[in-house]
Structure formats: C-alpha cells, structure tokens
C-alpha cells in the first residue's frame, strides 16, 4: 500500500458523522467526490507512466525491454546489435607506392573519400532487428517503434530498424 492509495468511497463513508450515513446522503457525497475522483485516476494513470519511464534507461537491455513490452509481449524477440562497421579508405602517398582502386572500370561508379574525422559517426549507432512475424501478428507501427526508440536512446545516438 502506497500513499497514493486513496479509496474515495471508503473516505466519504468514514468522514460522514454516524448519524448521517444513509444511503442517499452517502450516494449523494460520492456524486459530489466524483470530479476528484476522475482526477485522481488521471494522476494514477500518469504516475505509473512516469514511473515506468523512470525505470528505464538507455541501456540497450532497458530499451530491449521497452521494445519488447510495446510490440512483443509473450516471446520478446526484438533485439538492438550494434550498428555496422566500416572501415574507411584511405589514400597513399606515392612514396609508398600502394594502389587503391576507386572503382571498377565497368561499374564507372567512383568512390567518395573521406577523412577520418568525417568517416566518424556516418553509420548508425545500432541497429533494431524485428523479426518479420512480429510485424505481421502484432499491432506493430514502426513510427511508433520510432517514437520509443526517440524517447529513450541517447542523444545523438542513430539507428537503424531492420526486419529480419
């Protein structure tokens, strides 16, 4: 029992004197406590949310959680990797004498490069695999995996939603 724990029905009844507890008085009392009641329950309602949101953190096993409680409640079989890694080209200098193709002449599609510092976070941070039965049975919205993902990853962190 919380302190937050409130039966309003119980509290009338106890704070109506003895001599007035009848049952059109008492009925009569709830109408009136019923706006306090509906406000109650909305602050219940937010307090759970809050603290749900509070319980979790941008840990990727919390976010695996978070994820799994929305869309996949019985087999929780969304998972979060992380986010591929590729290895930037570099170019050499000629004193070193290596070759580094650019592109295949038949592809005629050149490669763009990059330095280092703009190779750096290119790629997403971590990638969301949803298998595709859970998109298909569920009530999945991916703009609603999205908004989840948003509210609890860290800033500046991307990512990447594949089905698999």
């Known amino acids: 029992m919380s302190v937050y724990d409130i039966d309003y ?7 109506v004197p003895k001599q007035l507890r009848k049952t059109k008085m008492l009925a009569w009392l709830n ?3 019923s706006p306090v009641v509906y ?3 909305l602050f219940m309602a937010y307090r759970y949310d809050m603290n749900y949101i509070i319980a979790h953190s941008p840990q990727v096993c919390y976010m695996q959680a978070v994820l799994n ?8 079989r969304i998972s979060i990797v992380d986010g591929p890694d590729e290895e930037p080209l570099y170019i050499y ?9 650019l592109y295949v ?6 490669i763009a490069l990059y330095t280092d510092a703009e190779i750096v976070g290119v790629g997403p941070d971590f990638e969301v695999q949803v298998p595709t039965i859970v998109t298909t049975l569920t009530g999945y919205n991916e703009v ?3 908004a989840l993902l948003d509210q609890f990853k860290l800033a500046g962190k991307t990512y ?5």
């Open 160 to 164: 990447i939603i594949k089905h698999t």
């Open 144 to 146: 609603y995996m999205a």
């Open 9 to 15: 029905s119980v509290l009338v009844k106890i704070l």
């Open 31 to 33: 109408v009136l406590v």
């Open 39 to 41: 406000i109650y329950n």
């Open 69 to 76: 409680d929305a869309f996949d409640t019985g087999l929780r």
């Open 105 to 110: 002449t038949s592809e005629a599609k050149p």
């Open 93 to 101: 200098e000629t004193a070193e004498v290596k070759e580094v193709p």
